[in-house]
């Protein structure tokens, strides 16, 4: 499962990687990369735990190792890159740098000298990922240390004291293993009450902090792991439907076929009717139009989305 932690495929062992895309959302997800967001025009309502905010043309968002991050921005139109490398391209000893937000404005990064530095390293990563010449494992790594240091030289630490970076720490890590848990356990009888004494929260507490860094409640997107996994078997076993149903966690055919259409816009039976479900992706996200594309040779959670 890739539900809310990305496992990225890569062409090698060089774990840096690089898209455009326009008119992109994606739901929520972490990974232990650092993801570099560049809005290259338009705008786009993201949120990176608890902060949630919304970027313009020239703004960078940085993504921390193992930050929850999604974007809503369905009805709004934008270009978008992506950076994405794996932390040790700065540091073999990497630790999360724990900014005080993750937005970074177009005007900050022009006061701090790395508006232009910014643009050269995104077109020179592009360049050299797509040539591959001699040494461009190098340049890249170059390019990314030098401005990843630069930037942070300039952007503002966490003021929270530690008692209270400690405790959000300790919230991140919990909700990471829960949705591990989930994803292991689907099939079992996960109630919200369940998840709430998991993380030691009370319920309504328990479904705030989902939803504030999740971006969905905790009943949607235990659905949505289900459904998943139920449409992979059904896709690849002659099971029954109603016994996919069961072993899914679902109390009946009838709950089951009904949350699988709210989420795929599909039946059961029309699923299996179509020309190719092998190609139709299901993962993360309640499909509200047809225009949700799933991206090809990328990650699971983007959708709604051209290649630039």
């Not at 499962?1 to 994606?26: C, G, L, P, Q, T």
Request: aromatic share 14%; glycine share 4%; charged share 25%.
């Amino acid at each position: 499962m890739k539900a809310f932690h990305e496992v990225r495929s890569y062409d090698s062992d060089f774990m840096v990687w690089h898209a455009a895309y326009e008119n992109i959302s994606f739901l929520a997800h972490w990974h232990q990369e650092i993801e570099l967001i560049y809005l290259r025009s338009g705008s786009a309502r993201l949120s990176v735990n608890d902060h949630n905010f919304t970027a313009y043309a020239g703004d960078l968002v940085v993504v921390d190792s193992g930050d929850f991050h999604y974007s809503d921005s369905s009805e709004l139109k934008n270009r978008i890159e992506f950076l994405i490398f794996d932390p040790g391209i700065v540091s073999s000893l990497y630790r999360p740098s724990r900014f005080a937000h993750p937005l970074v404005s177009s005007s900050l990064l022009e006061k701090w000298g790395l508006s232009r530095r910014l643009e050269e390293m995104f077109v020179t990563v592009s360049r050299e990922l797509s040539a591959k010449e001699s040494y461009y494992q190098d340049i890249v790594k170059a390019e990314v240390r030098s401005f990843w240091y630069r930037l942070k030289r300039c952007m503002p630490a966490d003021a929270s004291d530690s008692g209270g970076q400690n405790r959000r720490l300790h919230t991140l890590y919990d909700l990471q293993q829960l949705l591990s848990y989930i994803d292991e356990h689907y099939s079992e009888n996960l109630t919200l009450g369940f998840a709430a004494k998991r993380m030691g929260f009370s319920e309504s507490h328990f479904s705030r902090v989902f939803k504030r860094l999740i971006g969905i409640n905790f009943v949607t997107y235990l659905n949505m792991v289900r459904i998943e996994h139920a449409a992979e078997q059904l896709r690849g076993t002659s099971r029954q439907i109603t016994e996919v149903a069961l072993g899914c966690g679902f109390n009946s055919a009838r709950s089951f076929n009904r949350v699988f259409k709210e989420i795929t816009g599909y039946t059961p039976s029309q699923f299996l009717r179509l020309p190719d479900p092998e190609s139709y992706n299901l993962t993360y996200y309640k499909r509200k139009s047809l225009e949700k594309e799933y991206v090809r040779d990328d990650s699971v959670t983007l959708v709604k989305n051209q290649t630039c």
